[in-house]
């Protein structure tokens, strides 16, 4: 008795056989020769030239090639620019941030209690809150 997992691997064997075999029939008897090349090439210099004539009587052609030459030329500008950003930013970074000096010295600005006290009741005096409601 065969379970799922090799009857399905052999099946899927088989197909995978048949369909390369296909394959390789199909590439053998259609391959292009000399003939199809050819016309091929000569197609696609016909495409070209039927575009050439049709863009020069086209207006919109120019008016888009026009739109394609001041994009290059802002993609260009805005590459320099974005690669200038960038160049600052690495610049920036190298630096160490405001917090990060201050861990390095380790000195501690922390109030004393005296301080504390004083700027709460500064905050919670009545001159004080007049200022402040008035701001708000």
């Not at 994009?71 to 990060?100: C, G, I, Q, V």
């Not at 209690?113 to 009545?126: E, F, H, Q």
Request: charged share 40%; net charge positive.
């Amino acid at each position: 008795m065969q379970d799922g997992i090799s009857f399905s691997i052999e099946a899927l064997m088989d197909q995978l056989v048949e369909v390369v075999s296909e394959l390789i029939l199909i590439t053998k008897y259609t391959t292009d020769g000399p003939k199809e090349k050819e016309e091929d090439a000569q197609l696609e210099c016909k495409i070209k030239e039927m575009m050439k004539k049709n863009s020069e009587k086209d207006p919109t052609y120019k008016r888009l090639a026009k739109i394609r030459k001041e994009f290059m030329e802002n993609k260009e500008k805005n590459d320099r620019l974005f690669k200038r950003a960038l160049e600052f930013d690495k610049f920036n970074e190298s630096k160490p941030t405001f917090n990060e000096f201050n861990m390095n010295n380790h000195k501690t600005n922390t109030p004393t209690k005296d301080r504390r006290k004083r700027a709460t009741t500064l905050t919670n005096s009545t001159p004080m809150k007049k200022e402040i409601m008035q701001l708000l």
